[in-house]
């Protein structure tokens, strides 16, 4: 079945980076909008982060413009989001969502935790 495994959290002082990676298994990778989010708190609304389409286009959220990175790799099927001059208000479980539009398909992974704090 589709899989989606993120990879990379963990704790991190602030202005450090960490690089997190979704590897995805059993999907038509090239097809999908890859998007990551993250959920600061449980109970909290998961909000997007950064999004990159099938042609490669990409899209940030405001708060990480200019800091985070996300780029896609068609040949190993992987996603990955290259965060840089974390703040704490970064922290939070990050989540890999695959949408292919076409198809109405959505998956999504099951989230790497990312603590900054010094």
Request: proline share 3%; hydrophobic share 30%.
């Amino acid at each position: 079945q589709v899989q989606l495994v993120e990879s990379g959290g963990g704790l991190v002082q602030p202005g450090g980076s960490l690089r997190l990676s979704c590897a995805t298994f059993n999907m038509t990778f090239y097809q999908y909008t890859l998007t990551w989010y993250r959920q600061q708190a449980p109970g909290n609304q998961r909000e997007w982060v950064a999004r990159i389409f099938k042609d490669g286009k990409t899209a940030y959220a405001d708060p990480v413009k200019g800091r985070f990175t996300i780029s896609r790799d068609n040949a190993r099927d992987t996603v990955y989001l290259q965060m840089n001059s974390l703040k704490s208000d970064d922290t939070a479980v990050y989540y890999c969502n695959g949408y292919w539009h076409a198809a109405n398909l959505e998956y999504w992974g099951q989230g790497t935790q990312v603590t900054v704090s010094s």
